[in-house]
């Protein structure tokens, strides 16, 4: 008896292993996806600008980056007490306008640090709906609760949203060849933009992704998508694996999505050692009932040798016993 239907995955090509580079972009999604990666200890950037909804943001990041354009006190404002940049998340915003300017620079300066070296890009798509700033005529990444007034907005159409993944390739491989993008649409679900309008959104983002696909090279020999959104609809068909808002992925799913990712995007080679630093991590979260016993004093001794042979192959790794000292 089946009691699920399984979406069919195949492995990729050209898949992330511990010597792979990779930059995050996109929604909140990519945010659980980049605690992952960060837990198992691969080598990423994630985010340089927060949380990144729509793929016009996505795109002015990159432009701006690799025209090494500075933010300076006129692309930022005032407001609550605290200084914001509509290209940037509210986490970035600061009461001090210094502190801003300082971090919205320094995520340009990563941000392009990262891609002259990045072997993977992987962007999470969160909303076609786009909210335009009517004094200037630009989109925002952020309205920083900004009047509502004082925007418009628009679903962005599958051929703008086409064009703008077009331009954020044509941006990136400008300065790396080499770069292999992985898209992929967010399974939150923007219920504030309405039941239809959030099916509406996910479509165009599929469909304009899937048209960049086909016209940049066949899946597999380009850049590839992976179906974490469709996971979550056709998989995952049960409101147990949301969280109380019935709007996020909870925990659950996001284990059984990144499986799924690490059976498709993660090299064999890899897992072994993914295993190794699984076990080590789930040996600094370890709290003894008796920190000065003999016992706890050779299992520390047998988590700083299996720290010490992770680190020899792999010294990026950033693996400390530290917590158990103080």
Same mark, same amino acid.
């Given at each position: 008896?089946?009691? /699920? ?6 492995? #990729?090509?050209? *898949? ?31 985010? +340089? ?13 990159? #432009? !701006?980056?690799? *025209? ?14 605290? %200084?914001?940049? &509509?290209? #940037? ?5 600061? +009461? ?17 640090? /990262?891609? *002259? ?12 709906? #786009? ?24 679903? =962005? ?22 770069? /292999? ?18 099916? !509406? ?24 998508? &992976?179906?974490?959104?469709? =996971? ?8 147990? &694996? ?9 925990? =659950? ?11 498709? %995007? ?14 080590? /991590?789930?040996?600094?979260?370890? !709290? ?10 050779? &299992? ?10 992770? !680190?020899?192959?792999? +010294? ?6 530290? *917590?158990?000292?103080?």
């Amino acid at each position: 008896m089946k009691l /699920q239907t399984q979406i069919p995955l195949e492995k #990729a090509e050209n *898949q992330i292993g511990y010597g792979s580079q990779l930059l995050l972009l996109g929604s909140c999604f990519v945010e659980n996806m980049g605690k992952k990666l960060d837990y198992f200890k691969f080598r990423h950037l994630q985010n +340089p600008f927060g949380i990144l909804f729509q793929p016009l943001a996505i795109e002015k990041l990159l #432009a !701006r980056a690799l *025209q090494n354009k500075s933010y300076s006190e006129s692309d930022i404002f005032l407001l609550n007490e605290r %200084w914001h940049c &509509f290209d #940037a998340h509210s986490s970035l915003s600061d +009461p001090s306008k210094e502190n801003l300017l300082k971090k919205l620079n320094d995520g340009l300066e990563a941000t392009l640090s /990262q891609l *002259q070296t990045a072997s993977h890009i992987i962007i999470t798509l969160g909303t076609a709906w #786009a909210y335009r700033h009517s004094a200037s005529g630009n989109f925002v990444a952020n309205c920083h609760k900004v009047p509502q007034g004082e925007f418009s907005k628009e679903l =962005l159409s599958i051929d703008e949203i086409t064009n703008s993944l077009e331009r954020t390739l044509k941006h990136a491989r400008s300065i790396n060849n080499e770069l /292999q993008f992985i898209f992929t649409v967010s399974p939150v679900r923007h219920l504030k933009d309405g039941f239809i309008e959030n099916q !509406r959104s996910k479509a165009h983002l599929i469909s304009a992704v899937h048209k960049i696909r086909s016209t940049n090279g066949t899946p597999g020999e380009a850049d590839g998508y &992976f179906p974490s959104y469709e =996971l979550m609809m056709d998989e995952l068909r049960d409101y147990r &694996f949301y969280e109380r808002d019935m709007m996020h992925p909870n925990q =659950l799913a996001i284990d059984y999505i990144w499986e799924k990712f690490k059976l498709v %995007w993660i090299s064999e080679e890899a897992h072994s050692t993914m295993e190794k630093v699984d076990a080590i /991590q789930k040996g600094l979260q370890h !709290r003894p009932f008796n920190p000065g016993s003999e016992q706890h004093r050779k &299992f520390r001794e047998g988590l700083e040798t299996k720290i010490t042979a992770v !680190r020899k192959v792999y +010294p990026f790794m950033e693996l400390s016993q530290s *917590q158990f000292l103080s």
